[in-house]
């Protein structure tokens, strides 16, 4: 049922513009698929699906590779604008919270962001790990946050 329900979400979304988990659950419906939406929210985090802009104050679900990369810096940019409320470090690991939902978009983007000294990323509800190597880079990469926030 899983496999076929996440099948079915992942051709929803590539047939038409979905923007809200509800409006995920009424064409998971008309397919005979009924669901709750704590179930659509983990298949959306379990297929990594992100939001994409579709026009200036809009966004629909989209598969990851549906995304621009490398991110261009201006998208990297707004995301964080408008989604980091704060962050810090130690020794090698910086965490970033934001608002809540945020933290898998932002976290994609800072994957695709094409920094080198990044090793990776961990992203809860409101909250991503940031693994840096070296440990040195991470003042760098504490002032691209700075720069992208600024």
Same mark, same amino acid.
């Given at each position: 049922?899983?496999?076929? &329900? ?6 929803? *979304?590539?047939?038409?513009?979905? +923007? +809200? ?9 008309? &397919?005979? /698929?009924? %669901?709750?939406?704590? $179930? ?18 809009? #966004?629909? #679900? ?6 621009? +990369?490398? @991110?261009? #810096?201006?998208?990297? &940019? &707004? ?7 704060? #962050? ?7 965490? *970033? @919270? $934001? ?10 983007? *800072? ?9 990776? %990323?961990?992203?809860?509800?409101? %909250?991503?790990?940031?693994? *840096? ?7 760098? /990469? ?9």
């Amino acid at each position: 049922m899983k496999l076929r &329900r996440q099948k079915a979400i992942l051709e929803i *979304i590539e047939e038409k513009p979905i +923007t +809200t988990q509800s409006q995920l659950a009424e064409e998971l419906l008309k &397919r005979g /698929i009924k %669901t709750t939406q704590a $179930t659509i929210s983990r298949d959306i985090k379990e297929l990594h699906l992100v939001k994409v802009p579709i026009g200036p104050d809009s #966004y629909r #679900y989209a598969k990851p590779q549906q995304v621009d +990369t490398p @991110q261009s #810096y201006e998208r990297l &940019r &707004r995301l964080f604008r408008e989604n980091v409320v704060k #962050y810090d470090y130690s020794e090698n690991l910086i965490l *970033i @919270q $934001t608002l809540p939902g945020a933290a898998h978009n932002v976290a994609f983007a *800072i994957d695709h962001s094409g920094w080198k000294e990044l090793l990776g %990323t961990v992203a809860g509800d409101d %909250t991503i790990l940031m693994i *840096i190597k070296p440990r040195d880079a991470v003042r760098q /990469i504490m002032e691209r946050i700075d720069e992208l926030l600024g």
